[in-house]
């Protein structure tokens, strides 16, 4: 999303970068989101849901906000998709406000705040690849784990309100440990 943010948007939307103690409890969580959306999207051609991003990663902190990733044929079918998904309480974010063509994004709302995050990817993009190899890499080095706690703790509070600066400096990190990072 871009920085500009018109005073009508919603709540969530502008909610400023926390990041929270890691909590066991995310990685179930996480599973049994997985589950309802593999449910909600099977008819579209959604078969593969995976649970991504920090929340993924046992003893990462992170902002308390999974995120998942979908595989769908393509996009033939989004608006039918994006209504299935509002009534489950999933709020599309159009393409040219995301800023990301490889996905189709959504956010999950409870309460006014951000539950979940959904990347619908087609299928063939790469990055479902990229997403699923970092979070694997992680997983298996907690050496990484320890360092990426610590720039993420020292970027949200330099860029507390400004999520997608936090985002973007991640960016060298995260390079890295695609480059070098070897999933056993």
Same mark, same amino acid.
């Given at each position: ?19 929270? #103690? ?9 599973k049994a ?10 008819s579209?051609g959604v078969?593969e849901?995976e ?28 608006e039918? %998709?994006?209504?299935?998904l509002s009534? $489950?309480d ?7 406000? &995301? ?10 709302? $409870?309460?006014d ?19 699923l ?6 997983r298996?080095?907690?050496?990484? %784990? ?15 309100d &400004? ?7 991640? #960016? %060298?990190?995260?390079?890295r440990?695609?480059? &070098?990072?070897?999933?056993m």
């Amino acid at each position: 999303m871009t920085n500009e943010q018109p005073n009508d948007w919603p709540v969530w939307a502008t909610e400023s970068v926390e990041i929270k #103690s890691a909590d066991p409890a995310w990685v179930e969580k996480g599973k049994a989101e997985a589950a309802r959306l593999r449910e909600l999207l099977a008819s579209y051609g959604v078969s593969e849901v995976e649970h991504i991003g920090s929340t993924s990663i046992p003893g990462l902190p992170a902002k308390p906000i999974l995120d998942l990733m979908a595989q769908i044929p393509s996009y033939a079918q989004l608006e039918v %998709v994006i209504q299935h998904l509002s009534e $489950e309480d999933w709020h599309y974010v159009p393409a040219e406000l &995301d800023g990301h063509e490889w996905r189709r994004f959504f956010v999950k709302v $409870e309460n006014d705040r951000r539950k979940c995050h959904l990347h619908l990817i087609q299928e063939h993009e790469e990055r479902w690849h990229v997403q699923l190899r970092f979070r694997d890499v992680l997983r298996q080095r907690p050496d990484l %784990v320890g360092e990426y706690a610590q720039l993420k703790m020292e970027l949200a509070e330099r860029y507390r309100d &400004d999520r997608e600066a936090y985002t973007q400096a991640k #960016s %060298v990190f995260i390079g890295r440990v695609l480059a &070098d990072g070897e999933v056993m």
